[in-house]
């Protein structure tokens, strides 16, 4: 369902992303692995459109993701939770999850349909509707950025280090909360970056190793 192919990119003169060249099975879940710098963010912004990229292709489909606009990908079905999760302090949690629907101007009824399903894979937003997003905690945040993600991701969702930073209960919240998604929603193609293979459990199909901007290893089987 994505074509990576390669995916080049620069930035302040350095080749951050290298030949990248990688394939996601559609409804398979992806752990992009790599240390600090080694471009794990990157890779997802060149997916989400936020960084130049210098050559290469990226098949969506059929639609090359490198002629639509930025701003167009979401549409496509495309989620993304940023590694600074980016939570509005000024909105309710609610309005928070809302927002994407909102940017991608769906129907009232269809984002109550979108948001009962995030709230299914993340049952722990619910108590937290009304609350500030002034007033949420770091990992509470984390949970936020994930329901927001699965409000535009129909059909891929990118995580961009998720377990950074959470605490041990926090995670395997986190970690139970994909393992929910993977089940209800089959077809749904998952990007997740992380240090620390260890964290996520086994729990991809596919891990690719990123060290230095290259792919060192891609071990597309079953895991
Ligand atoms: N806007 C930028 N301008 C110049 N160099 C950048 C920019 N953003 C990132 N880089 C460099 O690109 C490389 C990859 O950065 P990236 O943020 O993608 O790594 P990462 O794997 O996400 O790291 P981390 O685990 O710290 O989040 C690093 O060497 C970084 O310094
Ligand atoms: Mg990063």
Redesign the pocket.
Known sequence: MLLIDQLTVE??G?E?LRHIHAHVLTGSTVAVI??????????L?SIMGL?PVKSGQLLFDQTELLHTAAHRRASLGIGYAP?DRVIFPTLSVLDNLRLPAEVLGLTAAETQLRLDAALEVVPQLEPMLARSGAALSGGQGKMVALGRALMAGTRLVLL??PLQGLAPVLAEQYVQAIGRLRQLRPTLSVII?E?NASLLHGMPDQTWL?ER?ALSLDTSLAT
């Open positions: 930035l302040a350095i951050v790599g240390r600090n710098g080694a471009g794990k963010t990157t890779l912004r960084v590694e961009d280090e970056t240090s990123l901007g």
